[in-house]
């Protein structure tokens, strides 16, 4: 599977990379060649990324339903409760 970004998003981290070549290896790097970079990342480091977040992510649901029968429990057979606590009132 591919991982492609929305073009705004390419553009914004296309540009993170030049600003962290220029802060932090000063040295630039042009905007094909970041793009390249980027490019590299995202077929070969984007898929670990991706897989742990699915993992999160089934792991959070698994969580949330494993909690549903607590969360959204009702009590059964309540109606005759609701008499028998207005007789003892009496």
Avoid: C
Wanted: charged share 30%; hydrophobic share 40%; no cysteine.
């Amino acid at each position: 599977m591919t991982i492609e970004l929305p073009k705004e998003a390419r553009q914004q981290a296309i540009a993170s990379i030049e600003r962290y070549f220029e802060e932090n290896m000063e040295q630039r790097i042009g905007n094909i060649a970041a793009g390249a970079l980027l490019g590299f990342f995202l077929e070969e480091v984007g898929p670990s990324i991706y897989n742990q977040a699915v993992a999160d992510a089934q792991e959070r649901l698994q969580m949330r339903v494993t909690e549903l029968d607590i969360e959204v429990h009702e009590d059964e057979f309540q109606y005759w409760r609701k008499y028998d606590k207005k007789g003892k009132g009496r």
